[in-house]
Structures are given as structure tokens and as C-alpha cells.
DNA sequence: AACAGCATTGTACTAAAGGGCAGTAGGTAG
DNA sequence: CTACCTACTGCCCTTTAGTACAATGCTGTT
């Protein structure tokens, strides 16, 4: 499978040739577009020296030829990564990624695998848990909870401790207390941290183990 | 690479092994652990006939235990993909996949890849997308966290106590604190509870009432 | 070699959090 | 009136959380 890498400056860089010897650089990907008789030919895409639109622009481009891109950049990004595959990309790395990790890559996207840096995968991820339909939204039991502990609970939910709590609501810490002890039996969660994430949706895994 | 498959009733499928003929079915990772002398083996997580909770307990145990982690399953979820991916799995797939399609993804994530259903694919980045670009709420600090950090950042981030953190990172309670004082600092947030809403993009008032 | 950053852990201590037990007080349903 | 719920609070205690100070080992870089 001969690699395409699409470079502003038409310069191929020395662990590209590393990792395939038979690569060759092109400009644009419009360029050779034509001569791909192969379908699904994977491209690399250097964005250094363009700009963001040029760079965008390229890649769709690539991805409406029907190639797969793998997007590369100087300056790795969160937004950048899930902008660039979200528009087609099905890799996103560094430019001056290994020899070694290029190939892993190529084989990975050739697979139909999508390859990213791992820290972004992570990230991700988290951040998909947040808009996703959520499996368990609002708690039912939460119009178990009296006024008073729905106060205490919402406060908690947003980071307060018990003495910020007892101020505002103007009553004993030890009060606080007390609600927040029947607050974590009533929806069944075991300390402030869990109660602050159940009460914004938000999945906790410590039940196990 | 020998493919492991983990599988409740502790049956093999024909398709399995099909695409992996010296495959080997396991009831539990955890009894296999110790034989992985091969690091970065990978494990097929067959769901069916398990609850959410315990699937979950499967695949984390898989994944502490190092194992690269392929969920498979017979009703695919979107939200149970991204679940499943957040967990530290690198495939998700279902379980009556072509023996064709196992090797392929098997392929993918032996070289660090990840694998998913197309779809899922494009549902992921439009998702990520809405929630990504607002550049407000999203935490830079998050990058200035070394690896480690990172790893009890997200914990924390889906209520686990310092212990449990200890356990599952086998570390001492005492370093997940010391880990934690500077993720407080480098966050600029003050204990768990902010540093859980932080990490889940949850504004926090403290200040004002 | 010297140095910086990361990961690790210990002792010891302070401060929160959380729970057990007990008691007061107001309101409401029976 | 009695029983029950909600709200509130005290004392005392245990468990977590979090910090200060100190130290070791490893891994790159200069």
C-alpha cells in the first residue's frame, strides 16, 4: 500500500522515507486524485504552515476523494484532534512521529482502526460521557429528599463545603451534617464526591471491588 | 499473539474460533492474570448474560491487569460504547462479528489503535464537537498533569476514594495524596469535590451564595 | 557529572467529613 | 391527644482528606 503525504512545502521528511520507502509527497491532494485507481489509499496530511481553513480544506478534499487521511500536526491539540476527525480523519499524530509508530499507524487505519494519542483518547472520551443520552438521568429518588436536603444537596453539588453550607442556609454545621447523612442514604450514594456527581448525572464506578 | 476470550458461560463461539484458531476461553481475567507473561495481550470481554455493573468490574479488572480490552456485545450501545472506550477499553465490537472482522481488530488495537463501529465513530465526533470547542469551561491546566496525575484526576473524577485509588493503581494511599496536592494546585481547586466537577466541566460556586 | 522532573513513600499532624446517641421544637394526619 | 415527620443541635467519636517536611530512585537533559 504506497503512502501519500500531502506537504505545503513538498518536502518529505526523513522518517516518513524511513517508514516507507516507496512514499511519495504531493502538494495537493487534488493533484492525484485521478491516478488513484486504488480506493481507499491512505494520505497523511502535514498542516504545518498552513492555516486552519487551508488545513480544513485539505482534508476534506482528501476524505471526499475517498482516501483515508491521517492528519498531522507540529502542535498537538484537543480541539484541533476531534475537529480533524470529526470531518473524516481517522488518524491524527504528531509530525515528528517514529518511523516505527508511522507504520503502526498505517496499519492500524488500513484496518479500519482510528488512531489518535492516547491522552486524547482518554479526554475524549470524557468528555463524550457528558452529552451522550444519558443511561441513568435524574434520580428518581431525588424527590425523596425533604426542601431543606435539596438545598443542602444542590450546594454540595456545586463544590460547597459544610461550613459555606451552614452559613448560607444560617444553621449548624451539625446540621448539615444530619442531612447530608440522610441525603446519602436516600439516593443510595456514599459520600459528598458521589453526591455531587449523581446529582449533575454523572456516572460513578467505585461500586466494585 | 494468543487471544484471550472471556466469557461468562465459558463457551467459545464458532466465529472466534474461526478467526483465532488457538484462541483460549477464560471464565475470569483475573485467573489468567498471572499466566500473561506476554504483556499487552488482548482480551475479548464477551457480555452477554452479565449486568452493567459487572461487565464494568470485568473490563477494569482487565484493563489494571494491563491487558489491551475488546468489548463485545449483542446489543450495541452508543452510550455503552463510549462507556465501555472511557473504561479503558480499545474496541468495541459485537459478539457475532465476522471472523474476518475480529482479525482485522485485533490488528487494529495490537498496534495501538482503536477500534469501533463506523457509526459509532461518526456519533463520537459529533458529539465530542459540541462540547469541545467551548473554549470556557474547558480546563488547559488539564495538560500541564503528568500521566500519573491524570490517572487519579479521573478516578477522583468518577468518585473513587484515595484507597480504592491506591488499590486499583497498586500505590501507596499516601502517594495518591501526594498526587492529589498537586493536582489541586496545578487545577486551582481546593479539594475532591471541585476537582471532580472541574474534570466533568461542572462550574463551582463558592464564593457567592 | 550535575540537574530537573516525575513517581514514590514515610512520619506526623491538622482539618474536614461522617456517624451514633440524644434531645428540643413545630407541624400535621389519625 | 398521640404518632410521625421535618428541622435543628449538642457531645463525642472514627474515619478520610489534606498538608508539611523529608527522603529515595529513576530518567532524561545539559
Known sequence: MKQLFVV????????WR????DACAVPQVVDVAPLAVV????????????DLMERLARLREAVAAGYRVVVMTATPSEAEAFQALNDGAVGYCHVEAAPEQLREIALVVEH????????LVQRLMALSLRVVPTPAPEHPELNNLTPR???????????ASNREIAEVLDIAERTVKAHLSTIFEKLGVRDRVQLALAMNNIPTYTAVN
Open 39 to 50: 480506493a481507499r489509499q491512505t494520505v497523511w496530511l502535514d498542516g504545518v504552515g498552513l
Open 149 to 159: 436536603e435539596l438545598m443542602v444537596a444542590e450546594r454540595v453539588a456545586h463544590g
Open 112 to 119: 479500519g482502526g482510528l488512531w489518535m494519542l492516547p491522552e
Open 18 to 21: 524511513q517508514a516507507f520507502p
Open 8 to 15: 505545503a512545502e513538498g518536502r518529505m521528511r526523513d522518517r
